[in-house]
């Protein structure tokens, strides 16, 4: 559970800051998501912390009917961890420039 709540949390990282950008494969989602309202904008991929919260509650949910156990506990800890991932990718990073 923890490896595919990290793994959650570097797609979702890689997604904000490098899929969406000038010249890559998803740009033009980022011209839509500029026309959106931030509530709306952030967890569709503006916000990095957002999304990776948005996309681990639904990968979670999804691995879980599948399997066909939930747990409201573990849902929320991926979650977290997926967060919490992005966030210690992006104080790497700072820590580096």
Known sequence: MITHAIIVGIVAWVF??????TGMIFEKWWVVLN?????LSKPLGSCEYCFAGQLALWVYL???LIVGS???FEHIAFISIAIFTVKMINTTLNKNN
Do not use: A, S
């Open 35 to 39: 026309k959106l309202p931030q509530w």
């Open 70 to 72: 939930y747990n409201v």
């Open 16 to 21: 904000v800051f490098i899929l969406i950008d």
């Open 62 to 64: 999804i691995q879980r």
